[in-house]
């Protein structure tokens, strides 16, 4: 099956979900299983255009158009703090300058999605001081009391940037490619976006749903070369320096 | 008991509740189970009927240990979920995720249940390290009063994956 046929086949199960289940919840369970790298390469033009019909992605943007196609609401980020899992090292619990490690202080990051790096955040979906959004969604699917890699508690803190900041906003597959041919990194033959460079010019990138739809374990074909498949799962952004007012704890559930 | 005699044990015990029923299981114990026709594998599915005279339809419901795998989210991890996943929802799903390596050696498990949905996932994860993974999965599906059969218990294992580890 080529890959336009796989997006395709994707984009059907999502719409399918839905009806008795939330657009957030449809998102999640079918991308969260989404796990394997799909055979072959599609442009992204073609894979926006295949994403463009999903009737998820119009459900998202009723309730919250910045989950689709950005700009990142940046008074309504919250970031969510797991235990660790028993194979783990001690995770901090609590988002602080101490504890965020910038890309220029990692070691080699050939990835499209860096571990340890940054912050990541999602957009709280029912208001600023509610737990809730994308990332939590699927938290509930792969963690807590179902196993896996998030035990209880979760604590849920609200993270907002203290002044203007500069926003990368990976809206569909066209940008995401753009950010990788702007700050490319050539490893193994693919291309990978070019983490250290990127923290140069910019505070963050917000990979929206309609993006992570587009991409999610997919390689894009470019004049340029192939670029590596990303797995952002959900609406997140990855904020590659410190720059938030005082953390708030909003709830911590177990 | 072994881990291996264990598993093999929950293999036969799934597919011997679901000949009982007069149910097909197009799933196994054998992981070369061949892939359907669109690639994926096949995976157990189970189907119980409404009561007579009812205007409810069939209930059908799939049971599958997915594909282990890196973690896309935690650095040093291996994943594998198992899911249910019904046309209609039920009373209660429980489901559970163990993942494997080399055969034998379980590296961890997890369990979930659901009520009133139709939907159940169980995650299972350890920390990476080079080997021959596999995820198995052992669930129960209890139908609505009158649907018959009422309860259902299936077995699954998903394909081995061979995953490095830094």
Redesign the interface.
């Known amino acids: 099956?080529s890959a336009a046929a796989e997006l395709e086949?994707r984009v059907a199960q999502l719409d399918a979900e839905l009806g008795?289940?939330s657009a957030e919840e449809a998102f999640s369970?079918v991308v969260?299983?989404a796990?394997?790298e799909i055979n072959g390469s599609l442009t992204p033009e073609a894979a926006d255009a295949i994403v463009r019909r999903s009737s998820v992605l119009a459900t998202l943007r009723r309730v919250d158009p910045t989950l689709v196609d950005g700009p990142v609401r940046t008074d309504s980020q919250l970031w969510i703090a797991a235990a660790k899992?028993p194979?783990?090292p001690i995770r901090f619990q609590e988002p602080s300058r101490d504890h965020l490690v910038e890309p220029r202080d990692a070691g080699a990051l050939i990835t499209t999605?860096p571990?340890?790096v940054g912050l990541y955040t999602s957009t709280a979906t029912e208001g600023p001081q509610t737990p809730s959004g994308m990332w939590l969604t699927y938290l509930r699917?792969?963690?807590g009391?179902?196993?896996?890699?998030?035990p209880y508690p979760w604590h849920v803190w609200s993270i907002v940037p203290k002044q203007p900041v500069t926003v990368f906003e990976v809206t569909n597959a066209v940008t995401w490619v753009d950010l990788v041919r702007t700050f490319p990194s050539i490893h193994g033959g693919l291309l990978y976006p070019d983490w250290v460079a990127i923290a140069q010019d910019w505070d963050a990138v917000h990979m929206t749903a309609a993006a992570v739809a587009a991409t999610h374990g997919l390689r894009m074909c470019t004049n340029a070369g192939t670029v590596a498949a990303p797995?952002?799962?959900v609406e997140s952004t990855l904020w590659l320096r410190w720059c938030f007012q005082q953390p708030r704890l909003i709830s911590t559930i177990t | 008991m072994n881990h291996r005699s264990i598993r093999y044990v929950g293999a036969a015990l799934g597919a011997l509740v679901l000949v009982l029923s007069g149910l097909t299981s197009s799933a196994s114990a054998n992981p070369s189970t061949p892939p359907t026709e669109d690639g994926k594998r096949v995976i157990l599915r189970v189907t119980a009927q409404p009561p007579a005279n009812a205007r409810a339809a069939a209930i059908t419901c799939e049971l599958a240990a997915h594909n282990p795998h890196k973690s896309t989210h935690v650095s040093g991890t291996i994943n594998v979920t198992a899911t249910w996943t019904c046309s209609a929802p039920v009373t209660r799903l429980t489901v559970t995720a163990r993942l494997w390596r080399n055969v034998s050696t379980l590296v961890n498990q997890g369990y979930n249940e659901t009520t009133g949905n139709r939907r159940a996932q169980a995650n299972a994860a350890g920390g990476c390290t080079t080997g021959l993974y596999d995820g198995t999965t052992a669930g129960t599906v209890y139908y609505p009063p009158g649907y018959t059969p009422a309860t259902m218990t299936g077995y699954d294992q998903g394909p081995a994956v061979n995953i490095s580890c830094p």
């Open positions: 099956m086949r008795d289940t369970w969260g299983l796990v394997d899992p194979h783990l999605k571990f340890e699917d792969h963690g009391s179902s196993g896996g890699s998030f797995f952002w799962g």
